[in-house]
């Protein structure tokens, strides 16, 4: 019970952590010093410690006291390109002042769908700006335009609830922000399910190559059990990750039986 409060406090760390990332991104990639001591206030951190959120900050490409960094030098030669394509389809769009833009809110919120789509158009450029605030963050400039363009037109349907026409934009790029957040999320969250499938198919290969290497010859799936404790389930799953390519491992028929191929 003793480490409760310690993981307690761990948790909310990273959740300020994320709302400091948060707070920058809506910012335009820059937040303020004062911004950082202020949220960062309840956890008394040492100098160490905030030398090491500074450093979070700088390698999620985050300016403090300072703009952004040019997030152009990030992307790569196949990004630029997709990126100065997606711009240039846009110059056919006609350009929206800011009064006309709060007009379109306003007939939006009412429910005019024709002003919505207008205004969705006229916040596609945002979408690639925010893109702009996320790469290097594990996927393609080309998917986060996508969920964030899919987030908008979703976004616009949804403002007949606000009261306040100068709400709508704000509320746009929250929702813009929301899907590129959660689709690094999800991504975040393959990539480790893969490196774990990896991981074990790695455990079973090199046990089997050990036993292998002992016994001159293949191992058997029951042979490995004994061996190792594991369960064959899990061998097997590693097997199949595999696509069978364990050559230490003998896999029969038998084996198999009652699994799915």
């Known amino acids: ?11 909310a760390f990273g959740e300020t952590l994320l709302k400091l990332r948060r707070t920058a991104r809506e910012q335009g990639g820059t937040i303020s010093a004062e911004q950082i001591r202020e949220m960062l206030a309840p956890f008394d951190l040492d100098e160490k410690q905030m030398g090491e959120v500074y450093a979070y900050l700088q390698e999620s490409h985050i300016g ?8 152009e030098e990030y992307l790569s030669e196949k990004e630029r390109d997709y990126l100065a394509e997606y711009l240039k389809s846009l110059e056919e769009l006609p350009e929206r002042t800011d009064r006309e833009r709060l007009r379109l809110a306003k007939d939006a919120i009412a429910g005019n769908e024709d002003a919505a789509a207008k205004l969705a158009e006229s916040m596609l450029v945002t979408v690639a700006d925010i893109a702009r605030l996320y790469v290097q963050q594990g996927v393609y400039l080309e998917d986060l335009i996508g969920e964030g363009n899919v987030a908008l037109y979703n976004g616009v349907s949804l403002l007949g609830a606000l009261e306040d026409a100068a709400e709508a ?8 922000m929301d899907a590129m ?3 690094i999320a999800e991504n975040l969250q393959e990539d480790a399910r893969g490196q774990r499938a990896v991981n074990r198919v790695n455990e079973v290969a090199d046990r089997a190559k050990e036993l292998y290497e002992d ?3 293949p191992v058997t799936v029951d042979e490995l059990m004994k061996e190792t404790g594991w369960s064959k389930d899990k061998i097997l799953e590693a097997w199949k990750l595999a696509g069978g390519a364990i050559e230490e491992l003998a ?3 038998e084996d198999l039986q009652g699994t799915e191929e």
């Open 215 to 217: 016994l001159r010859r």
């Open 181 to 183: 957040e959660a689709f």
């Open 251 to 253: 896999v029969t028929k």
């Open 169 to 176: 934009e704000p509320t746009l790029t929250r929702y813009i």
């Open 64 to 71: 403090v006291d300072e703009a952004a960094p040019d997030a």
């Open 1 to 11: 019970m003793g480490n409760t409060g310690d993981v307690n406090r761990e948790q």
